[in-house]
């Protein structure tokens, strides 16, 4: 049975619509990223038109690392759910049975995941960017909207957010606790965000050669987890209940 999109569009439509009812998804997809544009946006605001260029940069990395909060840690809360959460439901064993690939399971949780986040961590960038450039001293949006901080905006988000997905996936179809799944995919979710913050902190130096060679690996990391879950995907185990 060859990979299918439209089966895969089935898993992400019906993982949209259980959004819609879930009020813990909706709680989280509005709670976090609003946490992360209120603080930063304090911060810009709050920055002195007369700071050195250094404290102004090192305000404007931090500022910018709350909103990759966002792809980081949204998508490791809803992932980890993803698989446990619905078997706690009584919802998983319906679409096991049926004859969809593991894959296309996981692709399309995958997205499920992906869509909302990609949408919500660009808006709220782009709320941060319009009041920068309205409200904020001049010195303070000329930094916001330098070309480096943009770009590792721009290309690290859905990048991230791949990592955290695959990770919280991994993790929740391993787990029989929703609760432990979700502390362990947001731990999970850290280690490419360190980087990502030295880089925001201009500790390391964000070229674009070096932006661009970080995100390939990470995009190569990313593809190669989807590989990793599908391999560790063990359909029976999910449907019994049983361990291995």
């Known amino acids: 049975m060859s990979f299918s999109w ?10 949209l619509r259980d959004y819609r009812r879930n009020r813990f998804v909706i709680l989280t997809m509005a709670f976090l990223p609003l946490l992360f544009v209120i603080l930063p946006t304090i911060q810009l605001l709050l920055i002195n038109a007369s700071a050195s260029s250094a404290k102004l940069d090192a305000h404007i990395g931090l500022s910018l690392l709350y909103m990759l909060m966002i792809p980081a840690m949204v998508p490791s809360v809803l992932a ?25 399971f996981l692709v399309g949780k995958a997205l499920a995941v992906l869509v909302p986040t990609l ?12 009041i920068a450039a309205i409200f904020a001293q001049p010195g ?8 480096s901080h943009l770009l ?23 787990s029989a606790d929703v609760r432990a799944a ?13 980087i990502v913050a030295l880089m925001s902190f201009n500790v390391i130096v964000p070229t674009l050669t070096l932006a661009l060679g970080l995100a390939a690996a990470l995009l190569i990391v990313d ?3 989807w590989r990793a879950v599908a391999a560790m995907f063990d ?9 291995s």
């Open 6 to 15: 439209t089966r895969v569009g089935a898993i992400l439509r019906k993982e």
């Open 80 to 104: 980890a759910y993803a698989v446990v959460g619905e078997r706690e439901q009584g919802t998983l064993e319906p679409v096991l049975i049926t004859p969809i690939r593991r894959e296309e």
């Open 119 to 130: 949408g919500i961590a660009y808006l709220v960038f782009g709320i941060f960017l319009a």
């Open 140 to 147: 303070a949006a000329s930094a916001v909207f330098e070309g």
């Open 152 to 174: 590792v905006q721009l290309l690290f988000t859905p990048l991230l957010a791949g990592w955290s997905i695959w990770a919280g996936i991994a993790i929740s179809a391993r």
């Open 182 to 194: 979700q502390q362990l995919g947001v731990l999970a979710s850290l280690p490419p965000l360190g």
């Open 223 to 225: 593809a190669l987890g």
């Open 235 to 243: 359909r029976e185990r999910l449907i019994t209940g049983t361990r």
